[in-house]
C-alpha cells in the first residue's frame, strides 16, 4: 500500500489546546479557508442550476468555458485561449496532486517545485513515484536532473509566503523549462488578492509578455475559492496547454472527475461579476491592514507577502516556538516548517478569521507588545 505522509496539520492539535485555555477564546489564523458568506448571487444560481438529472460533461459547459476565456481576457491580459483551452475541476488541489499521474509521469521523471511550497505538490511527484526537487532556479539543476525534468511547478502568488514572480522572472522560467522540455504548470489561486506593487494585476504564465502568445506546454490554474467564498463549492479550473489539454480532458474522463452542473453554473455568475470579487478583497484589506502592524509590534517581521490571504512572519526562531509564544495568546498560526525546511523560521498568519476575531487578535497583540 502507497504511504503518504501523515497529514501535517494534526501536529497543531497542542498548540490549539493551548490557545483554546485563552479566556477570550482562541483566535484560528492558522488555515486559509474562507469565513465569510458565499455572495448571494452566487447562491442564487446554484439554486437556480439544483434541477440536474442527467451527467454533466468533463470539459464543462459551453457557458463556463467562455465565461473562463472572457475572466482571462478581462483580468489577466490572456487573450490567447479558446473554449477548448480551458477545463472547470474539482478544486485546484485535485489538479496539483493528480497532474503528474494525467501528464504520465513516473519513477525516473524529475518534478521541480518551490523552494517554500504547499505540500501538495510533493505528494503529486510521490503517488507516481517521480522524484520531487526543490528549486527556484532551474538552472541550479544537475546533468541528470534537467535530463529527466518533465514539470515545473510554480505559485505565484505563492503560499505561503505571499511573493510574487514578475514578468521577467516568470518568462525566464518559461525559456528555461522550454530549452529542457518541461511543462510549467503555474498555481495563481491568489491572483486576484494583489496588494502594494500588484495592487491592479498579479502576471499568470499565460500573458503574452511571458510567453510570446505561445500556450504550448503552460498550464495555469485557478480556483474561486478565495476571490469568491466558494472553498464549499470546489469550483476551479485549468486554462492553456492547447498540445496537452485534450489528453488531459480525456484522461478526466475516464477517471470520473467532473464538476457538478450547479457548480458549474455558479462558476458563470461569479466570474461575470466583478463587484463581489472587490468587495471581498476590501475586507481582506482591512483585516490585513490591522494585523500588519499588531503583529509588528508584536516582534515578529513580515516578509513578501504582497498578495494573497496570508503574512509570512518571522522572528528568526523555531515555527514551533512562534506557534507557542502565539498560543498564549489564544492566537494559531501555521508553522512555516509544514512548506519546506526554508520555512522553519516562519509562520502564517491568515486573514481568513472574522472581524471580530482578528480584532481580537490585534488587542492581544498589540497589549503583549507593549508590555
Not at 526543490?134 to 539543476?141: E, F, G, H
Not at 470546489?234 to 457548480?263: C, D, E, S, T
Not at 519546506?340 to 497589549?367: F, K, N, W
Request: with cysteine.
Amino acid at each position: 500500500m502507497l504511504q503518504l505522509p501523515d497529514y501535517p496539520w494534526n501536529q497543531l492539535a497542542p498548540y490549539r489546546e493551548v490557545a483554546a485555555k485563552h479566556p477570550g477564546g482562541s483566535v484560528d489564523l492558522s488555515i486559509g479557508t474562507p469565513v465569510d458568506p458565499t455572495p448571494e448571487l452566487i447562491q442564487e444560481a446554484l439554486r437556480e442550476a439544483s434541477n440536474a438529472p442527467g451527467y454533466p460533461t468533463t470539459h464543462g459547459t459551453t457557458e463556463v468555458r467562455q465565461a473562463i476565456v472572457d475572466w482571462y481576457a478581462r483580468r489577466r491580459n490572456v487573450t490567447s485561449l479558446s473554449t477548448d483551452d480551458v477545463m472547470p475541476t474539482v478544486g485546484s488541489k485535485e489538479m496539483v496532486a493528480w497532474l503528474p499521474l494525467l501528464l504520465g509521469l513516473g519513477p525516473g521523471d524529475v518534478v521541480v517545485r518551490p523552494r517554500i511550497a504547499y505540500p501538495t505538490y510533493d505528494i503529486g511527484a510521490q503517488l507516481v513515484g517521480a522524484t520531487s526537487v526543490a528549486t527556484d532556479d532551474l538552472s541550479s539543476l544537475d546533468e541528470q536532473q534537467r535530463a529527466n525534468l518533465k514539470l515545473v511547478w510554480v505559485n505565484s502568488p505563492g503560499n505561503p509566503t505571499g511573493k510574487v514572480r514578475d514578468i521577467q522572472e516568470l518568462r525566464e522560467l518559461v525559456c528555461q523549462a522550454r530549452e529542457l522540455g518541461a511543462v510549467v504548470a503555474s498555481d495563481e489561486c491568489y491572483a486576484e488578492l494583489g496588494w502594494d506593487e500588484y495592487e491592479d494585476q498579479v502576471p499568470s504564465i499565460l500573458d503574452p509578455r511571458v510567453c510570446d502568445g505561445n500556450i504550448d506546454d503552460l498550464l495555469a490554474l485557478y480556483s474561486l475559492s478565495k476571490q469568491s467564498n466558494l472553498a464549499g463549492y470546489r469550483a476551479a479550473f485549468v486554462a492553456g496547454a492547447p498540445n496537452l489539454m485534450p489528453a488531459l480532458i480525456n484522461n478526466r474522463k475516464h477517471a470520473g472527475m467532473i464538476v457538478p452542473a450547479p457548480v458549474q453554473h455558479a462558476m458563470v455568475i461569479a466570474l461575470n461579476d466583478e463587484a463581489h470579487v472587490r468587495e471581498q478583497k476590501d475586507i481582506y484589506r482591512a483585516r490585513r491592514d490591522a494585523l500588519r502592524p499588531a503583529l509588528e509590534g508584536f516582534g515578529l517581521r513580515i516578509e513578501d507577502s504582497v498578495a494573497g490571504l496570508y503574512l509570512w512572519c518571522t522572528e528568526r526562531r523555531s515555527s514551533w516556538d512562534t506557534l507557542q509564544r502565539l498560543a498564549e495568546l489564544g492566537i494559531i498560526a501555521g508553522p512555516g516548517a509544514f512548506y519546506g525546511s526554508e520555512g522553519e523560521s516562519h509562520v502564517r498568519i491568515a486573514l481568513t478569521a472574522s472581524d471580530e476575531r482578528v480584532a481580537q487578535a490585534v488587542e492581544r497583540l498589540t497589549s503583549a507588545g507593549q508590555g
